[in-house]
C-alpha cells in the first residue's frame, strides 16, 4: 500500500532562516509521481510540485528547492530565507489505488516568526 | 483561468441534520474529487468522478453521505443525517484526467456539526 510520512510536525523558524521539510515515502510502482502542497491559514491546498520518480535532478523555483532520493524513498523541501508568509502546513503526497487518488501524510505545520 | 470554486465556505449545523455542498471544477477538467480533512490530517478520498461516472467511492461512508455529478461539470456532496465526527473540511479538487494528473483544489467547506 502507498503510504507517506512527515515525521515532522510542526517547525518553528525565524525569518530569513533555511528551513527543509522531509518526506519519506512507500511505494510499490515502479514509476510515480510525488506532489507537495502549501495550506496556508485560509484552508485552500496549493499545488507547489509535481515530480516524476524517472527524474532525480533537484529542482530549485525561487527560494524554493526540492531534493528527490529513489534510494532512500525521501523528497524533502527545502525553503531558502524564509518569510513570514511562507507559514502554512505543507503536505507531501503520492499517487495511490487504480484510480490514482492522492495518499497525503499528515502535514507539516511550519511558522516563520518576524 | 477560474479556479475550483466551492460554497458554502462555513457551515454550521446540528447533529442529525443534513447539508451539502457544491463544486465547480476548472472549466475542461474530467476528473473530480471530494476530500475530507480532519483538523490535524491530510486529506482522505470520499469519492472520484470521471466525467458523471463514479470511479472510486469506496472509502465513502454511503450510508450517510451521497455525491452526484450529473452532468459531468459540477458536483454536490451530500451528508444525511450528519454526525459529530463528520466536522471537518470537505475539499473538492479537479484535474484534467485521472492518471497522475496535478490535482487542483478549492477552497473548502468547514462544517461544524454541534
Known amino acids: 500500500a502507498q503510504k507517506v510520512t512527515q515525521a515532522q510536525t510542526e517547525i518553528s523558524v525565524v525569518e530569513k532562516e533555511d528551513v527543509t521539510l522531509d518526506c519519506v515515502y512507500e511505494t510499490r510502482d515502479t514509476t510515480y509521481y510525488l506532489f507537495w502542497y502549501k495550506q496556508p491559514p485560509s484552508g485552500e491546498l496549493v499545488f507547489l510540485i509535481r515530480?516524476?520518480?524517472?527524474?532525480?535532478q533537484n529542482e530549485i523555483s525561487g527560494r524554493y528547492s526540492w531534493n528527490f532520493q529513489k534510494s532512500t524513498s525521501s523528497f524533502n523541501f527545502t525553503i531558502t530565507a524564509s518569510q513570514v508568509v511562507d507559514s502554512a502546513v505543507y503536505f507531501c503526497?503520492?499517487?495511490?489505488?487504480?484510480?490514482?487518488?492522492?495518499?497525503f501524510g499528515s502535514g507539516t505545520q511550519l511558522t516563520v516568526l518576524p | 483561468e477560474a479556479g475550483v470554486a466551492q460554497s458554502p465556505r462555513y457551515k454550521i449545523i446540528e447533529k442529525r441534520q443534513s447539508v451539502a455542498f457544491w463544486c465547480n471544477p476548472i472549466?475542461?477538467?474530467?476528473?473530480l474529487y471530494w476530500y475530507q480533512q480532519i483538523l490535524g490530517q491530510g486529506p482522505k478520498l470520499l469519492i472520484q468522478?470521471?466525467?458523471?461516472?463514479?470511479?472510486?467511492d469506496s472509502q465513502l461512508p454511503k450510508d450517510r453521505f451521497s455525491a452526484e455529478r450529473l452532468k459531468g461539470v459540477d458536483s454536490t456532496l451530500k451528508i444525511q443525517p450528519a454526525k459529530l465526527e463528520d466536522s471537518a473540511v470537505y475539499l473538492c479538487?479537479?484535474?484534467?484526467?485521472?492518471?497522475?494528473?496535478?490535482?487542483?483544489f478549492g477552497p473548502g467547506t468547514r462544517l461544524l456539526v454541534l
Open positions: 503526497a503520492l499517487p495511490s489505488g487504480s484510480a490514482r487518488q492522492l495518499t
Open positions: 472549466s475542461g477538467h474530467a476528473t
Open positions: 515530480r516524476n520518480s524517472f527524474d532525480e
Open positions: 468522478f470521471q466525467n458523471n461516472g463514479v470511479v472510486d
Open positions: 479538487a479537479s484535474s484534467l484526467g485521472a492518471s497522475r494528473q496535478t490535482q487542483y
